[in-house]
């Protein structure tokens, strides 16, 4: 029986792609730089994702990853001699403000909070992400928030997941609740290499927000498939 839920931030809880879409734009316009156009997202999205994926695997670092990502988007994108850690600098401080609820995120939360133990568990600094749920109105509905920066490693990690596993025992026998086995935990992400990966190497019960209905799960044993958040009602 499912006790907890783990839910992943961006992406899932919180449009990260409607934001960088938003700050490129925003950002190009600020810096005088060459007039963006919507194919360049996608070629942000193919830099950062293969940055994210470094990160995942432990090769590189989020600090690192932030002195050298725009300056690699922008040699991809070509035409732009820019410094790229100053837009970086003001992009994590858009990134900061922003709060664009991924469609049928607040209904999800409002359903499951009344069900299970709701918990965060992202890749990225602690204080953004707490602050983005906050502005969004959702972090009331967490118990625990399990953010890489605060733990220490990033999903897909085992100890990610087993520092928070060890967090949300802790708090149930203060309270003198049973403890929580990992297969009576379900994470939701849409991130295959992080989320379900990171699920499935733990311990965990999956749930795959496949919102690009791409349906390819890379031979993942997934337990559930979605592909609109309120498909949730259909397993929970």
Same mark, same amino acid.
């Given at each position: 029986?499912?006790?907890?839920?783990f839910i992943d931030i961006d992406n899932t809880l919180l449009d990260f792609d409607a934001y960088v879409k938003e700050s490129l734009r925003s950002g190009f316009e600020k810096f005088g730089l060459r007039k963006y156009e919507d194919w360049m997202h996608?070629?942000? !999205?193919?830099?950062?994702?293969? $940055?994210? &994926?470094?990160? !995942? #695997?432990?090769? $590189?670092?989020f600090g690192?990853? +932030?002195k050298i990502r725009f300056n690699k988007v922008f040699e991809a994108i070509g035409n732009i001699d820019f410094d790229g850690t100053i837009f970086e600098k003001y992009f994590r401080e858009c990134l900061n403000e922003s709060a664009i609820p991924v469609e049928g995120a607040m209904d999800? $939360? !409002?359903?499951l909070s009344g069900k299970y133990i709701l918990c965060t568990a992202s890749?990225?600094?602690?204080?953004? +992400?707490?602050? *983005? &749920?906050? $502005?969004?109105g959702m972090l009331d509905y967490f118990r625990h928030n399990f953010i890489s920066e605060k733990i220490g490693v990033s999903k897909p990690a085992k100890e990610f997941f087993d520092?928070? &596993?060890v967090e949300l025992n802790a708090k149930q026998q203060a309270r003198g609740d049973a403890e929580i086995l990992p297969s009576e935990i379900m994470i939701i992400g849409d991130s295959l290499t992080s989320d379900m990966a990171g699920g499935i190497g733990s311990g965990l019960k999956t749930c795959w927000f496949d919102r690009a209905g791409k349906g390819d799960t890379k031979? *993942?044993?997934? #337990?559930?498939?979605?592909?609109?958040?309120? +498909?949730?009602?259909?397993y929970l």
């Open positions: 029986m499912i006790k907890a839920i996608d070629t942000f !999205e193919t830099v950062n994702g293969g $940055l994210w &994926l470094q990160i !995942e #695997d432990g090769s $590189l670092t690192e990853l +932030q999800m $939360l !409002e359903y890749n990225g600094p602690y204080n953004q +992400q707490v602050h *983005r &749920l906050e $502005l969004a520092t928070a &596993l031979g *993942r044993a997934i #337990d559930f498939t979605i592909n609109k958040l309120n +498909q949730i009602k259909e």
